[in-house]
Each structure stands twice: as structure tokens, then as C-alpha cells.
């Protein structure tokens, strides 16, 4: 089952037999007796890549599921005398993997040397269990599902513009001036044009419209720094921004933003493996300090501290 997922995975009899110190000629034939005994054909060979039957769809899918649990059965039973291993497939969106993420996985990998990792860096909706992912981080309220989640933080929301924006038309100083500015906002979100304020101890919703919208926070972030309008986001997406003085929070004082957790999402059983409750643990420790609030310097020098 090991070798034909990591069959599936690359593609190509030589790209698993590199990942299982195998031949090409050796994996080739497990498939073969596999499917032989099986009585039906898992892969379709091909010159140029090898393709997944229905059948193998089916049977890489269980697969997973049996190797993920061996491996949180092992994890328990040998977790006080061996150090966690093993190849961790992470998911994150742009924004949070490329800002956050990656400055705090040496800190990780120093502790932990013999964990490897696979990062899945996308926007889109993922089959966690198809593409064979460890652990998800996503932002906002979960959907209904059979997926395992943990909560690593609770994040705010921060209305922002730039610099160059506010001197061409003005830095809104009560939520109804936000009426006369261009606000961008995030398609496909619900409310997302609805920004909520407290105001005389009760709360305000206040209409935005503007000339923009996008399904990317990073194409937000892009087009506020532009110049283009105000934006609202969660902190996570603009604290680079903001600490480079690219961006200025506004309204601070009224705004009262949505929940906004980080969560750390698995398929059932993944959360047993050892590989994955170390790293579960150093993200909660991690991002408890909530390093997108600090000044750059002070981020850098927590970052060193960890390692």
C-alpha cells in the first residue's frame, strides 16, 4: 500500500522507487501482483505518466486511510522512545504561508531535524484527503464535515488603507465617511460588503461599495497598497503591510470585527501521528505570541530566540 501511494503520488514507477530505495523494475512489479490479486486494473501505464483507474482512486483513497492509521498506531505505542519523523504535508493560503509560516519553520526544524516537509501552498478548496495533506491552516467558521480541527489562534479583522490613498481623499474618521470612499471587498464571502461598527454602545452596519472586489486576499492587500481603497481583512493578511507602513489601520477604536480563528484542520486520525502533534504544538506555542502584531525587528529577533 506504501509503495502504490507513492506510485500515485509521483506519477511514475521511478519517481516512487526514488522515495522507496526500490527499482523501478521492483515497484513495478508490487503494482502488478497488487492488481493481481485484486483481480482489476489500478493504474493505466502510459509512455509519458501513469494514470489512476477508478479502482485505484478507490483503493489509494482506503490506502491512506490504513497507513494513516498504522502510523498513529505506531506513533502512540513508540512515542516515548522515538523522535518524530517523517514527511509532513502542510496546506496553507499564500498570505499565511509565505508571511507567517515560513519564518517559524526553522525554529521547527531545529527541534525537530528529522521531520520533512511537503508544503501546499493555494487558495482553492482542497480534497484534504485526496491530495493526502497532514494538516490544513485555514482562516474563518468551518464547514460541516468529517475533518478533525483544532483551534491554533483568534485572529481580528483590521480595516486599512494606504498612505497614498488617505492624501488623495482623506482618512475617514467616523464609520458614515466611510460612505464617500472606495472600499474593496471579498467576492464570494458572505456580508463581506457589510462592515460592522460600535457606535453609541450599540452595533452599526455600515453598506460599502467601491471599485473593486476579488476571491484572492493577496490581490486585496495588492490593490490597497496601490492605492486603490480601504480594505478589510484579517490581521494575518496586512501585518506586513502595515509594518512596512504600506498600509495604516483605521477606525480602530469602533470597528467591531467578525470571528476570526486559525485553524488547524486534519483527516480523521492524522492528529494521533507524532509528526503531526509536535507540530500542532509549536504552531499553538508560536502563534499564541501573535508575531503578526510585532514590529518586524522584534519579530525577527523572537523568530532567533525559538531556534
Given at each position: 500500500?506504501?509503495?502504490?501511494?507513492?506510485?500515485a503520488?509521483?506519477?511514475?514507477?521511478?519517481?516512487?522507487a526514488?522515495?522507496?530505495?526500490?527499482?523501478?523494475?521492483?515497484?513495478?512489479?508490487?503494482?502488478?501482483?497488487?492488481?493481481?490479486?485484486?483481480?482489476?486494473?489500478?493504474?493505466?501505464?502510459?509512455t509519458?505518466?501513469?494514470?489512476?483507474?477508478?479502482?485505484?482512486?478507490?483503493?489509494?483513497?482506503?490506502?491512506?486511510?490504513?497507513?494513516?492509521?498504522?502510523?498513529?498506531?505506531?506513533?502512540?505505542?513508540?512515542?516515548?522512545?522515538?523522535?518524530?519523523?517523517?514527511?509532513?504535508r502542510?496546506?496553507?493560503?499564500?498570505?499565511?504561508?509565505v508571511?507567517?509560516?515560513?519564518?517559524?519553520?526553522?525554529?521547527?526544524?531545529?527541534?525537530?531535524?528529522?521531520i520533512?516537509?511537503?508544503?501546499?501552498?493555494?487558495?482553492?478548496?482542497?480534497d484534504?484527503?485526496?491530495?493526502?495533506?497532514?494538516?490544513?491552516?485555514?482562516?474563518?467558521?468551518l464547514?460541516?464535515?468529517?475533518?478533525?480541527?483544532?483551534?491554533?489562534?483568534?485572529l481580528?479583522?483590521?480595516?486599512?488603507?494606504?498612505?497614498h490613498?488617505?492624501?488623495r481623499h482623506?482618512r475617514?474618521?467616523?464609520?458614515?465617511?466611510?460612505?464617500?470612499?472606495?472600499?474593496?471587498?471579498?467576492?464570494?464571502?458572505?456580508?463581506?460588503?457589510?462592515?460592522?461598527?460600535?457606535?453609541?454602545?450599540?452595533?452599526?452596519?455600515i453598506?460599502?461599495?467601491?471599485s473593486?472586489?476579488?476571491?484572492?486576499?493577496?490581490?486585496?492587500?495588492?490593490?490597497?497598497?496601490?492605492?486603490v481603497?480601504?480594505?478589510?481583512?484579517?490581521?494575518?493578511?496586512?501585518?506586513?503591510?502595515?509594518q512596512?507602513?504600506?498600509?495604516?489601520?483605521?477606525?480602530?477604536?469602533?470597528?467591531?470585527?467578525?470571528?476570526?480563528?486559525?485553524?488547524?484542520?486534519?483527516?480523521?486520525?492524522?492528529q494521533?501521528?507524532?509528526?503531526?502533534?509536535?507540530?500542532?504544538?509549536?504552531?499553538?506555542?508560536h502563534?499564541?505570541?501573535?508575531?503578526?502584531r510585532?514590529?518586524?525587528?522584534?519579530?525577527?529577533?523572537?523568530?532567533?530566540?525559538?531556534?
Open positions: 500500500m506504501g509503495v502504490f501511494e507513492r506510485v503520488e509521483r506519477g511514475s514507477f521511478a519517481g516512487a526514488q522515495d522507496t530505495g526500490l527499482t523501478a523494475s521492483a515497484v513495478s512489479k508490487l503494482v502488478t501482483r497488487l492488481e493481481q490479486r485484486l483481480g482489476v486494473r489500478l493504474v493505466t501505464r502510459t509519458r505518466r501513469l494514470a489512476l483507474t477508478s479502482e485505484g482512486e478507490t483503493f489509494l483513497r482506503r490506502s491512506r486511510e490504513i497507513l494513516a492509521a498504522i502510523d498513529a498506531a505506531e506513533a502512540e505505542v513508540a512515542a516515548a522512545r522515538l523522535a518524530a519523523r517523517g514527511r509532513l502542510v496546506l496553507a493560503p499564500p498570505v499565511l504561508a508571511d507567517q509560516l515560513a519564518p517559524a519553520v526553522p525554529a521547527f526544524l531545529a527541534r525537530h531535524p528529522r520533512t516537509f511537503d508544503f501546499f501552498v493555494t487558495n482553492r478548496v482542497v484534504l484527503v485526496r491530495e493526502n495533506v497532514d494538516v490544513a491552516l485555514q482562516t474563518g467558521t464547514g460541516n464535515s468529517t475533518l478533525v480541527a483544532r483551534k491554533i489562534a483568534d481580528r479583522q483590521v480595516i486599512c488603507a494606504s498612505p490613498y488617505l492624501a482623506g475617514p474618521e467616523v464609520p458614515s465617511d466611510l460612505a464617500a470612499h472606495s472600499c474593496l471587498t471579498m467576492s464570494g464571502t458572505p456580508n463581506s460588503s457589510v462592515w460592522r461598527f460600535r457606535v453609541d454602545n450599540r452595533i452599526v452596519p453598506d460599502v461599495r467601491g473593486a472586489c476579488a476571491d484572492s486576499a493577496d490581490m486585496l492587500v495588492r490593490l490597497a497598497i496601490e492605492g481603497g480601504i480594505v478589510r481583512l484579517g490581521e494575518i493578511a496586512v501585518a506586513t503591510a502595515i512596512k507602513g504600506l498600509l495604516q489601520p483605521l477606525l480602530q477604536e469602533t470597528h467591531q470585527p467578525e470571528s476570526y480563528p486559525l485553524w488547524a484542520v486534519m483527516p480523521p486520525g492524522r494521533r501521528t507524532l509528526k503531526v502533534k509536535v507540530f500542532l504544538d509549536f504552531l499553538s506555542g502563534f499564541a505570541a501573535q508575531p503578526w510585532m514590529p518586524s525587528t522584534e519579530f525577527k529577533k523572537q523568530a532567533r530566540s525559538t531556534s
